[in-house]
């Protein structure tokens, strides 16, 4: 490479923008001291208001060229924005950005890139887990036995056990249902996959089958949604389409909880015909009187599958990256495409 082609390296000014929590929880010592390497950062400044009252505050936002944002970040509307005329990027070390990315910061020109591909992998761990669980009854298994603490007769309580040639319908062939299917080759299992943008070229390069709704719902032993939450997807998975599932499926729900239908899955699951794994549901918190705590065939948890404790570490280091390229003349490597942004959870 030429001198003349050498990128220009440079520590462009940076600020972060997200909650005092998730600055903790997320920027581990080492993440931050590289942050420090790679940007001309003040870690001792974080803002969780644009519009605060701070001299020292405002100077740094007039001058910043890259904000480092988080979970708890403040939307970037119009006033926001007026604060920081030098800014070009947005560094969302996280998964959603539709949180404080509104439609100004596109008509600005401000590209922005998103941590949601690191953040895929722990829900798709959680979802094979789940997947691989719920074909072995290891809910319904785990509650006879301590019920017997005895010898139990597993071939005649659970015959249809096992994931030997079962049938695993995901919705949605978005980050993580791909990774799902990734993390599934392995098994010898038959993958149903239902999404609008799906074409059957990008079917067979994924090593699954295209499928309707209703048909994935229908012929699944296992329905994992990996949706995202629009106006066309609500309770996607309505009464009629909850009818459809085989008696003993199960539905994992790791989206959003506004895809199914709290009340249609409700009465479902307490007659024991369906089984479910909900990490995310409608409301996010369930009433303290909600079945859903109790039912032994429901595994109910709170909103824990995306990334936690260690796992958040991935999600600075995937932001510190992309700020590292940015800083060499880069583009980012998981820049975010507001054309297609409507798509996405």
């Known amino acids: 490479m030429t001198p003349s082609a050498t990128p220009r390296v440079t520590r462009p000014r940076t600020v972060l923008a997200m909650s005092g929590e998730t600055r903790a929880a997320v920027l581990a010592p080492a993440a931050l001291d590289r942050l420090v390497r790679v940007a001309d950062l003040d870690p001792a400044l974080l803002v969780t208001d644009f519009g605060a009252d701070d001299p020292a505050q405002r100077t740094t936002l007039h001058e910043a060229e890259v904000l480092f944002t988080g979970w708890g970040c403040p939307r970037l509307d119009p006033a926001a924005l007026r604060a920081m005329p030098r800014l070009r990027a947005v560094v969302h070390a996280a998964g959603s950005v539709k949180h404080h990315i509104t ?91 239902h999404d609008p943008y799906l074409d059957d070229a990008d079917a067979r390069a994924l090593g699954v089958e295209r499928a ?13 949604i990996h949706a995202p939450e629009l106006p066309a997807t609500r ?42 794994v909900l990490d995310h549901t409608e409301p996010e918190v369930l009433p303290a009187d909600s079945p859903l705590y ?49 798509q996405q959870a």
């Not at 309707?212 to 994992?224: E, F, Q, Y």
């Not at 599932?245 to 479902?268: F, K, Q």
């Not at 999600?315 to 054309?339: C, I, K, Q, S, T």
Request: charged share 25%; proline share 4%; net charge neutral.
């Open 212 to 224: 309707g709704l209703d048909a994935l719902a229908a012929g699944s032993d296992v329905v994992t």
């Open 103 to 193: 439609q100004d910061v596109w008509d600005r020109g401000i590209t922005v890139s998103t941590a949601a591909a690191a953040n895929a992998f722990p829900v798709a761990e959680y979802t094979v887990a789940a997947i691989l669980f719920a074909n072995k009854n290891i809910l319904e298994s785990a509650r006879v036995y301590r019920e017997a603490r005895s010898r139990v007769n597993v071939l005649r309580r659970f015959p249809g056990a096992g994931n030997y040639r079962r049938t695993v319908g995901i919705v949605g062939a978005s980050r993580i249902g791909r990774r799902v299917i990734e993390l599934l080759r392995p098994y010898d299992l038959r993958v149903l996959v």
């Open 235 to 276: 309770h996607l998975f309505d009464a009629s389409r909850l009818a459809l599932m085989r008696d003993g499926a199960t539905l994992v729900n790791t989206a959003r909880g506004s895809l199914v239908d709290t009340d249609a899955l409700v009465e479902e699951v307490v007659t024991g015909r369906l089984h479910a």
């Open 294 to 342: 109790d039912l032994p065939n429901v595994l109910l948890t709170p909103h824990i599958a995306g990334s936690q404790g260690g796992e958040l570490h991935r999600l600075a280091d995937a932001a510190v990256d992309e700020l590292e390229r940015y800083a060499h003349g880069l583009p980012f490597a998981h820049a975010v495409d507001p054309r297609t942004l409507h």
